[in-house]
């Protein structure tokens, strides 16, 4: 998918805020915020983190700086297997003008050497907001990984496919999202965020619902 | 068969005390899906996988399985480690993988049977 045409596809079907989360990459959040940008909606920088347990934790950051900052650190926990074109495709990053301008070696598809708990935890220290991805789907989400969410964690967002908020989320906010990886799935699944801006920390002030703010998934 | 004679058959690493060592380990069960131990994994079993996620030992727990055994030398942490002895669950490790201790443990408790 080309910068261009996810933007201009999301703001075709009314949505005015997607975010890139590629699986342990952050490689081309970058072309997409700028045809983000240039389609008149908002952006989110993001990764999708496939930790040791194989369970998916979404990144949510608010600025490129600190996305490749996380990035880089990730990179290094991703196993050195070189990824194989003819099963997994080509991992091309490409500018918005749809230039290839490198292709990625590793293999992304793989875990990270890092558990799921130091997961959520480095997600904060970089001043992310970090979000189970659907946590109800039987593969590489959290229930079917490690059977129920750990004790000693809190989410304020959980991202569902389907249905609602499995137990011991506590009070988390189920949100819902294309997890799109084809043109026709942008927008699939969407959330309404009430909010006075896009930004993570309003993503969570949404999900506690203060100042009149809120959050729910669209059925 | 005993879980301290599977134990010395098997040349098992012991990550935490053994409260039973008259504990009898009727089966195993191989799996690195938590939900799916949960769902299939007969109580007295012993338990291998590859996984170390501190809900390892809560799944233990509750299925009742007799131990944990952790291969390809995957090893648990303090956290970990703590939380199965204040538990009373079992943590061991291999630095063979699931292939092999499964079938060596199946030899132990099926085919010399």
Redesign the interface.
Same mark, same amino acid.
């Given at each position: 998918m080309s910068p261009r045409s996810i933007a201009r596809a999301a703001a075709r079907r009314g949505i005015g805020l997607i975010a890139v989360a590629d699986h342990n990459t952050a490689s081309m959040v970058d072309p997409v915020a700028e045809a983000a940008a240039e389609a008149g909606i908002g952006f989110l920088y993001g990764i999708e983190l496939q930790t040791r347990e194989e369970v998916h934790l979404l990144a949510y950051l608010d600025e490129s700086s600190a996305c490749h900052r996380f990035a880089d650190l990730i990179y290094e926990l991703l196993p050195d297997r070189p990824n194989r074109p003819t099963y997994f495709g080509d991992q091309v990053v490409v500018t918005l003008d749809e230039e290839i301008v490198a292709t990625e070696p590793k293999l992304l598809v793989n875990s990270l050497d890092l558990g799921f708990d130091e997961a959520v935890a480095l997600v904060g220290d970089h001043g992310g907001l970090p979000v189970p991805a659907h946590v109800d789907r039987e593969t590489f989400g959290l229930i079917a990984q490690l059977g129920f969410p750990p004790e000693n964690l809190r989410f304020d967002l959980v991202e569902i496919v389907e249905g609602v908020l499995p137990d011991g989320f506590g009070s988390a906010a189920p949100i819902c999202s294309s997890d799109a990886h084809r043109p026709e799935e942008i927008g699939r699944r969407t959330t309404r965020f009430t909010v006075n801006a896009t930004t993570t920390e309003e993503m969570v002030l949404a999900a506690r619902r203060i100042g009149g703010r809120s959050v729910a998934c669209v059925r | 068969m005993k879980l301290t004679e599977i134990i010395d058959r098997l040349s098992l690493d012991v990550f935490t005390p053994v409260p039973d060592p008259e504990a009898d380990v009727g089966g195993g069960y191989v799996g690195? !899906? !938590?939900? /799916? =131990? !949960?769902a299939s994994a007969m109580p007295g079993s012993l338990w291998i996988t590859i996984? *170390? *996620? #501190? /809900?390892v030992v #809560? =799944?233990a727990q509750v299925t009742g399985l007799s131990a944990v055994l952790i291969v390809d030398g995957k090893r648990p942490d303090d956290a970990m480690r703590e939380q199965a002895r204040t538990s009373g669950v079992v943590l061991l490790g291999s630095t063979e993988s699931a292939f092999e201790v499964a079938g060596r443990l199946y030899g132990l408790l099926v085919t010399e049977r």
């Open positions: - | 690195d !899906l !938590l939900s /799916n =131990v !949960l996984q *170390h *996620h #501190a /809900n #809560a =799944v």
